[in-house]
């Protein structure tokens, strides 16, 4: 009798860990060290603890499951289940996100967070979900700056005719073009060989991208211009989503919040931190970037984004405080 207990106990207990083994792959572009990488490990642990182990997950940083575009779309199939990616790309997917990839829209990290964090990034998630994909909360790639093996960039004028590296982001590239440069659209796992190579001459990213990517061993200059602001996001696949219940939803959606702000303060550490620390690895630095003559230059975009997301949306996105 007392065998058979123990032989109920043991099944129990196994039903308990193949419950347990619910892994969800979770991918990104950067290294587990990043800003992403942090983000992502902070989800799964709050999700790991929330749900009692009944859902783990397995992280594939570095692009291991493709550039930001492939994954998502991996995601809207069901093939993957979790991205953390940048608005950058989610625009090709969901047009309405592009707004926030406008140029010069947001004045410095508290205006974008409350904005991404307030009623325009919230109703921006629901758009999301109407796309085929849960937007569990906005994450944070940061303020891209220019970088290039050319020249120092001080002015816009200084960017003409520069070949770079930029997303397949069609709001971004009407926005560089009025710099002069030649937007050169990449998948990310392409672009350190092809700066190593002289395919293109530049690049423009945030400064945690710029560090965890070692782009100081391929790149000369780094102009801090911020020039957009770009926001990422955790997205899961509505087939997961839906087969959750509500309390784990609640699960899900918490510890999201929980991964942005640790993927937040990482981005805050770098730009504290990581100047010095591009110095040291070779890279020539300007700090004070002419920002008029690259919002002057880049108005000449905006009655096209007027166009394109409504002018009141953007100034309502301005106004906030």
């Known amino acids: 009798m007392r065998f058979a207990h123990i032989a109920t106990a043991a099944a129990l207990c196994l039903t308990g860990a ?4 619910t892994v969800l792959k979770i991918g990104y572009s950067n290294s587990i060290n990043s800003h992403y990488g942090l983000g992502s490990v902070a989800f799964c642990d709050a999700v790991e603890k929330g749900t009692a182990g009944r859902y783990k997950c397995q992280q594939f940083p570095n692009a291991a499951l493709g550039g930001e575009r492939e994954m998502i779309e991996a995601v809207q199939l069901g093939t993957q289940d979790l991205v953390n990616a940048s608005t950058g ?6 047009p309405e996100v592009k707004i926030v990839d406008i140029p010069f829209l947001f004045r410095d990290y508290d205006h974008a967070r409350k904005v991404m964090d307030g009623p325009v990034g919230q109703d ?5 979900s109407a796309k085929g994909l849960i937007g569990l909360a906005w994450t944070e790639n940061g303020f891209r700056h220019m970088t290039n093996s050319k020249r120092a960039i001080h002015t816009a004028s200084d960017a003409a005719g520069l070949k770079m590296r930029t997303m397949e982001n069609k709001v971004h590239m009407d926005g560089y073009k009025t ?4 937007p050169t659209p990449m998948a990310w796992p392409e672009v350190f060989t092809a700066l190593q190579q002289g395919t293109v001459d530049g690049q423009e990213n945030p400064i945690p991208v710029i560090l965890s990517a070692k782009l100081a061993q391929v790149q000369k200059h780094l102009s801090l211009t911020k020039h957009v602001y770009s926001p990422s996001v955790l997205l899961l696949s509505p087939g997961i989503w839906n087969k959750l219940s509500d309390a784990d939803k609640k699960v899900f959606q918490d510890a ?3 991964g942005a702000a640790v993927q937040r303060k990482k981005v805050n550490d770098d730009e504290a931190n990581g100047i010095a620390e591009l110095r040291k690895d070779g890279m020539e630095v300007i700090e004070n970037v002419d920002g008029e003559s690259f919002r002057k230059a880049v ?3 905006y009655p096209g984004y007027a166009k394109e997301f409504g002018a009141d949306r953007i100034a309502a996105i301005q106004a906030v405080k």
């Open 179 to 182: 710099f002069g440069i030649l």
């Open 89 to 94: 790309a989610l625009g090709n997917f969901v």
């Open 18 to 21: 193949v419950q347990a083994q």
């Open 299 to 301: 108005s000449a975009a």
């Open 256 to 258: 999201a919040r929980v």
């Open 124 to 128: 921006l998630l629901k758009k999301i």
